[in-house]
């Protein structure tokens, strides 16, 4: 993937001054709704490491019976 688009017409067209200036302003502002998206994915991933950082239980924990009865010494 390149940084900067390619701005030839397809096929050898050529583009009036009108249509380029239109094709560019579409390109700038594709270009920047790719990166608002890639920023707003970046955050909710960052958003959600957090949460399941934060949502582990601590790995010393007793294991409970699987049946639901408490085990009881007689």
């Known amino acids: 993937m390149t940084d900067t688009p390619d701005t030839t017409p397809p096929h050898g067209q050529t583009l009036s001054a009108k249509a380029e200036a239109a094709r560019a302003e579409r390109l700038a502002r594709q270009a920047a709704a790719l990166r ?3 920023r707003r994915r970046k955050e909710q991933a960052r958003t959600r490491q957090d949460q399941t ?15 639901g009865e408490s085990k009881t010494c007689p």
């Open 36 to 38: 608002a998206n890639l």
């Open 53 to 67: 950082a934060g949502d582990q239980p601590p790995t010393t924990t007793q294991p409970t019976p699987g049946n």
